[in-house]
T-cell receptor, first 111, second 119 residues
Framework: GEDVEQSLFLSVREGDSSVINCTYT??????LYWYKQEPGAGLQLLTY?????DMKQDQRLTVLLNKKDKHLSLRIADTQTGDSAIYFC???????????FGTGTRLQVTL | DTGVSQDPRHKITKRGQNVTFRCDPISEHNRLYWYRQTLGQGPEFLTYFQNEAQLEKSRLLSDRFSAERPKGSFSTLEIQRTEQGDSAMYLC?????????????????FGQGTRLTVV
């Protein structure tokens, strides 16, 4: 079955870059996503990448996909205190009826 | 339309009681999903509807859980004889039927969730 793994915690200083990593097992994953969840809030889609792409950049966010190793990463440039949140990676197949989420990485941004 | 709304936002109940949550999707969306998120974990899929038809149920959805979407608009999730292990955030999401070439996640919008605490 599908399995998506993430490290639990990351602490960075304001202004530095953050890199959050994710590994997945389903080789049929077609789309991979990064969501942000702030305390008491729902899930916000940050960005996504199609499986035939290696990289996608969207303002401060860069997504890298290594399909061979089934490894996905999210880089946040110039990390701000407002970026403090839990970040989930998720995957779906092309005709999926559901998203499979990772366990989430808590990003702490310190001054 | 203000997005997916869920009610209540918080619910505290005693073990053994029944609870019901409501989800109102974005009005033109024909698909509706329920997920459960326990502390320190990512959301886990429970079930989904296309219009009023319940098309898939996770094995996580025990016989104490039932979901309905009677008119293909709002949905309810009921938990009977609640247990402490049911304490979690219950998230609802909706989407229009996924277009060819578009991933589900790009078109599914989540509500803010209902936090259930069973004491």
């Amino acid at each position: 079955g599908e399995d998506v793994e993430q490290s639990l915690f990351l602490s960075v200083r304001e202004g530095d870059s953050s890199v959050i990593n994710c590994t997945y097992t389903d080789s049929s994953s077609t789309y991979l996503y990064w969501y942000k969840q702030e305390p008491g809030a729902g899930l916000q889609l940050l960005t996504y990448i199609f499986s035939n792409m290696d990289m996608k950049q969207d303002q401060r966010l860069t997504v890298l996909l290594n399909k061979k190793d089934k490894h996905l990463s999210l880089r946040i440039a110039d990390t701000q205190t407002g970026d403090s949140a839990i970040y989930f990676c998720a995957e779906s197949t092309g005709t999926a009826s559901k998203l499979t989420f990772g366990t989430g990485t808590r990003l702490q941004v310190t001054l | 339309d203000t997005g997916v709304s869920q009610d209540p936002r918080h619910k505290i109940t005693k073990r053994g009681q029944n609870v019901t949550f409501r989800c109102d999707p974005i009005s033109e969306h024909n698909r509706l999903y329920w997920y459960r998120q326990t502390l320190g974990q990512g959301p886990e899929f429970l079930t989904y509807f296309q219009n009023e038809a319940q098309l898939e149920k996770s094995r996580l959805l025990s016989d104490r859980f039932s979901a309905e979407r009677p008119k293909g608009s709002f949905s309810t999730l009921e938990i009977q004889r609640t247990e402490q292990g049911d304490s979690a955030m219950y998230l609802c999401a909706s989407s229009y039927k996924t277009s060819p070439g578009q991933g589900l996640g790009t078109e599914a919008f989540f509500g803010q969730g209902t936090r259930l605490t069973v004491v």
